[in-house]
């Protein structure tokens, strides 16, 4: 009896202390809040205006700014100050101090606007292109050099295709009849984009690294600050044409081993043969990536860290191999570029920003968020969450707003714009629920940066079946509408149906794979992440060492698969012949690996979370402290109730829903959950291997009855313009540019709708569906505060219903769209900016005289669900 007696208090004792453990979520820094763009347009800036937006920014959850100099506004130029100057240096210094005393980071592109240059880059340190010139000969005939200021290589083809180089800056005798090329060094036009004043001038030869560090010291030495103050340098995407550099060919022949000068008719389009011009243009376009990333990308990384700051690069955009470009810097950067539809998820594309971190252990992975996510003023928190999902999907953990720009208190509004921004400031009536997305985005930052991606798969990126494409030699490897150089290829494939089958996986360059050796049967990568297995799309160039690297992970006892074939050949035009034989030889010992990609790893048993992703979930898997931690997603356009088979076994399986921070015990039964999300709600579930008290979370049972609200609502306009409207009553939930009088049509901001209503159910607690809303709400109960609801459910839980009568209260915002319609009908001036000035998503003259009113406020239906108690 004593003993059960014993037993019984022990079991009591540690239920008590597993009720008083303390759920929290990890602690917020200021990387993991979001961070922004911020313009300063003609760096009119002042050191009270600074203040005050810093001030803002930091009181609304915003963690960091990165400041971009570029042109100004029309009509303040007196307030402009030059870019590099020591009171540009002085007002930089001052934002620093006072961003640090909020606790706020500040990054800076070493440079005004895009692209590295500036005034003080000379023409000759531009970017280069490359120009052939050609013309016939016949025997015995001396070619006519071109009157051109360079030449830097030229050849002679004879009737037999037989090419031969000869010394450009010599007469030339034709041996027979033919025809000479001569390839010119032509100069490239390319500017800085977007510049402010003291910014402007020649962009720098970003093939040259004897440039890129003088420009880069010239840089620091005119931005006269200390060591350590600038958290990381940033360089866009890469916006620079040229295709050639004054040192080219040399280059070419030391790393590809011919000369370029014997193909000069390939590269003139005088070639029939498809084979030679997809090698040659191959090995051009891999000195291009070469050079990108040793004379550009490696000494920006050490430059910036040399001064005790890091390189934040976005890789996209070059003619290099971008996996590697990501990899080069400190915090590799994607962005989204346009609209993100409803229900549809892309983001293979941006997974190469993420991989590189991956594969090679960087801790932050950032992106350029919300660029065009739909034309000026029109953009919803809705669509705000919907891209946020897609990068953290993607792996991205560190976001930066598209952005904010500086405007003085004195500006009128709409104030000072940049032309292609989702308008992340206070002019936008939407700041007001900005700080509920902060939070969301910060609450889901704090995990992903404290965790450890653990993908299953590793995929090789072919990155020579694309430098062999057809096409111009500059090979632009954009994103989104710009990412042909992955859509069309049958990695996009092979990444779907990996996804389908519920594999999480990260994508590899052949350098990175080279880095890799075998542990314990698992891949292991220079930056200590490991893999089950490297998988290899349909590919028809390869390096042969990176075949014989495949060849020695399986002789290790590794998992190495092939989608349906091996790769055809290997790339390049030196000592082809030789390498074939050698690939040869390989394939051999391979054969067997070949196949349906997800059956071999099936058969192997290597399984995905097959569960999560036929009930329509997608999701993120990591390490956090030992623990298995999930991060659950539903990325269609309806509500998700779903039970799943998770992959790890554990004895509680925690939600932390970063959204309202609610913490909560899920339904399970073994290793199966209960997951139940709105569309584009997410979850983390936390995998422990003990049990732990939380409450219970509560779920949606639709069959339990609704009702809907109905009588009088009041509706008061409460913030906003361009002028209240007044209050009004309705019984009928419709937008309120439909009622009131003319002044609803043209107001942006905010209104309060208020109505009560009789509970006569035993139930307190309910979920309360808004319905239709338009655009965004914040929603009181009883005076007590539920939630700011964004979009695109408005359904949200409420514990404090009473028998009888209660008050509701629903705070509704909407875009600005209305209000700058009237702006342009009424044609008040507000587009008043150099350079681009204002312009639509199609890059044409913005107008919104012509929009259609857009529905504002809440559409409804409005019901309640009790909860069982």
């Known amino acids: 009896m004593n003993r059960l007696f014993f037993l019984l208090s022990f079991f009591i004792l540690i239920s008590c202390s597993s009720d008083k453990q303390q759920l929290t979520w990890p602690e917020a820094t200021a990387e993991s809040k979001p961070w922004t763009r911020w313009w300063w347009m003609g760096n009119a800036v002042d050191k009270e205006n600074i203040s005050r937006e810093l001030d803002e920014m930091a009181e609304m959850g915003i963690g960091g700014v990165e400041i971009t100099p570029i042109y100004g506004v029309r009509g303040e130029e007196d307030r402009f100050i030059e870019y590099l100057s020591p009171e540009f240096s ?77 010394n450009p800056d010599e007469n030339f005798t034709a041996p027979a009849n033919g025809t000479v090329y001569f390839a010119e060094r032509l100069k490239n036009r390319d500017m800085v984009k977007r510049a402010s004043d003291g910014g402007k001038g020649w962009a720098i030869d970003t093939f040259n690294e004897e440039i890129t560090d003088w420009y880069l010291n010239e840089i620091w030495e005119r931005l006269e600050i200390d060591k350590g103050l600038i958290r990381c340098f940033f360089h866009d995407s890469f916006e620079y044409t040229g295709d050639f550099t004054t040192h080219f060919t040399e280059e070419f022949k030391t790393r590809r081993g011919y000369d370029l000068a014997e193909y000069l008719h390939v590269l003139a389009g005088d070639s029939e043969e498809e084979e030679i011009i997809a090698r040659v243009k191959s090995d051009y376009r891999e000195t291009l990536s070469d050079l990108v990333l040793e004379s550009f990308i490696d000494p920006m990384t050490e430059w910036a860290n040399s001064h005790q700051s890091l390189n934040r690069n976005q890789a996209h955009g070059s003619p290099g191999n971008i996996l590697d470009l990501y990899a080069a810097c400190d915090i590799p950067e994607t962005e989204i570029f346009r609209t993100v539809e409803p229900g549809t998820v892309d983001v293979f594309v941006n997974k190469f920003a993420s991989s590189a971190a991956h594969v090679t252990g960087q801790k932050l992975v950032s992106s350029e968020s919300y660029t065009w996510l739909d034309e000026h003023w029109t953009v919803t928190t809705s669509d705000m969450m919907r891209a946020t999902n897609r990068f953290f999907l993607a792996g991205i953990n560190h976001m930066f707003f598209h952005g904010t720009c500086y405007s003085p208190d004195d500006a009128e509004w709409p104030g000072w714009l940049f032309y292609a921004s989702t308008q992340v400031n206070n002019r936008n009536p939407l700041w007001r629920e900005m700080p509920a997305l902060f939070k969301y985005i910060e609450r889901s930052q704090t995990v992903l940066q404290k965790s450890t991606a653990k993908n299953d798969v590793l995929v090789y990126w072919p990155y020579y079946d694309v430098a062999a494409g057809k096409g111009r030699l500059f090979n632009h490897l954009g994103v989104n509408k710009d990412a042909g150089w992955f859509i069309t290829h049958p990695i996009n494939e092979l990444s779907e149906s990996l996804m389908e089958a519920g594999y999480t996986f990260d994508y590899i360059s052949d350098k990175q794979l080279l880095n890799c050796e075998m542990i314990d049967d698992e891949i292991v990568t220079g930056g200590d992440a490991n893999y089950k297995a490297v998988v290899v799309p349909k590919t028809k160039y390869i390096p042969l060492e990176t075949m014989q690297q495949l060849r020695q992970f399986v002789d290790e006892g590794g998992t190495v698969y092939f989608d ?227 979009g695109p459910s408005y359904k949200v839980k409420v514990d404090n219903l009473q028998q009888g009568k209660n008050l509701l209260e629903v705070e509704v915002t909407n875009v600005a769209a209305n209000r700058i319609r009237d702006l342009d009908i009424r044609g008040v001036d507000w587009k008043k900016f150099h350079d681009i000035n204002f312009v639509n998503i199609e890059y044409e003259p913005f107008d919104a005289s012509g929009w259609e009113i857009k529905d504002a406020g809440l559409l409804g239906p409005v019901t309640l669900t009790g909860i069982d108690e």
């Open 564 to 790: 349906e074939f091996l790769p055809e050949s290997v790339p390049g035009m030196f000592n082809l012949e030789e390498r074939e034989r050698q690939l040869k030889t390989v394939k051999t010992d391979l054969s067997e690996h070949a196949g349906n990609v997800v059956d071999l790893l099936s058969n192997a048993g290597i399984s995905g979370e097959q569960s999560l992703a036929e009930k329509g979930f997608h999701f993120l898997k990591m390490k956090n402290e030992n623990e298995d931690w999930y991060m659950v997603f539903n990325c269609n356009s309806t509500a998700l109730d779903e039970w799943v088979d998770l992959q790890s076994t554990a004895q509680e399986y925690l939600f932390y829903f970063p959204e309202n921070g609610e913490i909560s015990t899920a339904e399970s039964n073994n290793n199966s959950v209960r997951i139940q999300l709105e569309p584009e709600r997410t979850v983390f579930i936390r995998c422990l291997n003990k049990k732990v008290y939380a409450p219970a979370f509560t779920y949606f049972e639709p069959e339990q009855n609704s009702r809907e609200i109905e009588g009088m609502w009041k509706i008061s306009f409460l913030e906003g313009g361009p002028v209240y409207p007044g209050d009004v009553a309705t019984d009928q939930l419709v937008s309120w540019t439909e009622i009131g009088d003319e002044q609803t049509q043209r107001f942006a901001g905010t209104a309060r709708y208020s109505i009560e209503f009789n509970w006569n159910e035993n139930q307190s607690s309910a979920f309360l569906n808004l319905g239709k809303v338009k655009d965004c709400a914040r929603v009181k109960l009883n005076g007590e505060l539920a939630g700011a609801l964004l």
């Open 90 to 166: 002085d007002m930089l210094q001052f934002t620093i101090e006072k961003a640090h005393s909020l606790n706020m980071g500040v990054d800076l592109p070493p440079g005004s606007g895009w692209r590295c240059g500036g005034p003080f880059v000379p023409e000759e340190k531009g970017l280069w292109s490359l120009r052939v010139h050609k013309q016939q000969i016949r025997k015995g005939k001396t070619a006519e050099k071109p009157d051109v200021p360079v030449i830097a290589i030229a050849s002679f083809v004879d009737e037999n295709n037989e090419a031969t180089a000869f």
